[in-house]
């Protein structure tokens, strides 16, 4: 991460509306960088979680901005060079988002409106699971927001919040929430299995204006899951199916070629007896089972002299 020192900040805003920038009685000489370090020095002893956060809410308040459904995510900021020692923020190696494995991290998580404006923002050591972020940041929430906000709110994540930790705090505090069910849960196939069984599919149709864009429907259950019933809603897309398909087919293309080559090497063998001819069929045929290619063989024998 680079460094860059404050200095000269009074000379960058001159010539600047600064009084429009930063409010009335704000002169460029008062921005120097002893009185901008000295209030990174306030925001640091008051914790720059709650200072944004009391801004960001002040801002949405004043804008009249609504409050229904918060997305919540978090990204790695990978860094350069040596941070051991330094502050309570442990920048180490983690699952990098950036795709540098190679480099030293921190992660940063942000809860935004539907309308992308920030509410809440969090930095973690780079070791940080998304399972454990979400875990705390939901407490972080909740001091953060009014108690009757909290209450309605709809609390959006990914696959990482689906947890039994996690959904003892969703339920801790009443909070409603939205996410997707993990492919790890053994009830993910299960409710997709029963979908096509079913087979009682509602149209939602398009949520794209474009001419090849996808047509989607659903199918709603109720499920148990960590001995609390949720619903759990199987979304069909029309444009996934058809990569599906094509996918389906280019493996099946390449299992085929597999088997051949491997039919044509066994046909050159030979045995000295029926039997091993035999049992060298039955172990080809249980080594290259194949689900869309079931195989069937038989012995060719021959008389020499």
Known sequence: ????????????????????????????????????????????????????????MHAISYEKIPVKVLHNDTTSVSVYGDF????????????????????????????????????????????????????KFIERLRGVLDPEVFKKVIYVADSACV??????????????????????F???????????????????????????????????????LYGREYRFVVVHSSKLDGRKARGLEKRLKKEEDQLKKAIKKIHKQSFACEPDAEDALKEFIKEHQSEYYPLTGRIVTEQKR
């Open 163 to 184: 947890t039994e930790d996690n959904l003892n705090q969703f339920d801790k505090h009443s909070l409603r929430f939205i996410s997707r069910l993990p492919g790890n």
């Open 186 to 224: 053994n009830l993910e196939s299960q409710l997709i299995q029963k979908a096509w069984e079913e087979n009682n599919w509602e149209d939602a149709g398009k949520f794209s204006t474009k001419k090849d864009a996808a047509s989607y429907r659903l199918q709603s259950f109720t499920e148990v």
């Open 1 to 56: 991460m680079r460094r860059t020192p404050l200095y000269m900040v009074d000379e960058f805003y001159e010539g600047m509306d600064t009084e429009n920038l930063f409010g009335k009685g704000v002169k460029p000489e008062d921005l120097t960088d002893y009185h901008l370090a000295r209030a990174l020095d306030k925001i640091a002893l008051a914790g720059p979680q709650k200072v944004f956060s009391t801004l960001a």
């Open 84 to 135: 051991k020692g330094e502050g309570s923020l442990n920048i180490t190696y983690g699952y990098s988002k950036s795709k540098r494995p190679d480099l030293e991290q921190f992660l940063y998580g942000l809860s935004v409106t539907s309308d992308k404006i920030p509410v809440c923002a969090d930095v973690k050591d780079g070791n940080t699971t998304d399972k454990k972020w979400n875990f």
